[in-house]
């Protein structure tokens, strides 16, 4: 375990963010650099006091204690929680936050299992949710109510990579006292760090980005150290606590979260930009190409483009099965943000439960995939995509 400094850097503090000084009567040879595995879910606990009691589902396991701190910094928060699950994530931080009665305002172009979770799970405990287009401020505004407490988007958005300007909504959450809460999963905080925006939660699915390797589920939830807290007792009473080897996991992703975000922003400029020359290929989304709609917020906005984009095929959902039958690198699957290249197709993933035609209307014809560029050679990638797509 490297020694404790005060450092600014986000590759730094993604190295060595949290790590607390070894203990005053350790020698050098028994500081190992590498965080060891607490695979134990109890601890000896002190005589006399409830002081300090470590239990992994309370979220107070070594291995996620220090990830917890470590993440803080990286966002810039006060505290920050680790939990099971993206999903668990969102849970837990929206029903902090959220009481039977309440209003939840939110961007209607979320993550599948988010629209599920608001629009179906909160309704049966009593909460409220208006889904909004998130492109039309003055909709956010109409729809307000007495008892909305928060706003909830997502940006970039899956699967149509669109960057939400943050402008509007943080100045509608200002003005109205209203809590902002931003999942920032695509974006990964080298790209883009929600706080410094005027959000006043983030919540991350560290399956993506932050592990990075496709070999840990996690999920964050990033804010003010009371708010994070109430996000503590409903993990511990929901049970949606991480298993201390993965928390392990999530460590040894983060230590190379910058190079390998930068990596996958680089690749996936230059996959677009080969994309957007080709006549097989009718649409490129990518928010780092001008032709994309959100370029201008994303340039603004965004510290790096990220690792998404999608391309829809001129030949449709046929010359799709073909493409993807004949590609090699690229793997078929449906998650996103490691360091292997990954294509999905919404028709047979978070979007199978709609018609092709409400798809196309919702801008997802078939014909389109999303890619998640690993951090393969780009030349290996492009000539993959390449000889398949022709
Ligand atoms: C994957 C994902 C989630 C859910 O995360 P899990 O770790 O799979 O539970 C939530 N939001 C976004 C944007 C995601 O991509």
Known sequence: MPRATQPTGLSTLA??????????????????????????????????????LRYPRYGTGLNAELVQRRLALLEGAEAGLLLGSGMGATACALLALLRPGDHLLA????YGGTHRLLTQEFASVGID????????????RKRLRRETRAIFLESPVNPTCRVLDMRPVRLLTQESGLALVVDSTFASPVNFRPLEHGADVVIHSTTKYLNGHHDALGGAVLGTASYVEEVRQKMMTWGQAPDPFACWLLERGLKTLDVRVRRHNEN?????????????????????????????????????FGGMLAIELTGGGKSADRMLRRLKIWQHAPSLGGVDSLVSEPRYTSHSHFSPDERAQ?????????????????DDLIADLEQAVR
């Open 15 to 52: 190295l060595h963010g949290g790590v607390e000084p070894p203990h005053p009567s350790a020698t050098p040879g028994d500081v190992p650099i590498v965080t060891p595995i607490y695979q134990s879910v109890n601890y000896v606990q002190e005589f006399g006091t409830a002081e300090g």
């Open 107 to 110: 961007s209607a172009w979320i």
């Open 129 to 140: 949710v208006t889904l909004v287009d998130p492109t039309e401020t003055r909709d956010w």
């Open 268 to 304: 996936a400029m230059r996959v677009a930009t080969w994309a957007e020359d080709r006549k097989e290929i009718r649409r490129v989304h990518f928010p780092g190409l001008a032709s994309h709609p959100d370029h201008q917020v994303a340039a603004a906005q965004l510290d790096g």
């Open 362 to 378: 919702i801008g997802i014809p078939d014909g389109f995939l999303r890619l998640s560029v690993g951090i393969e050679d780009a």
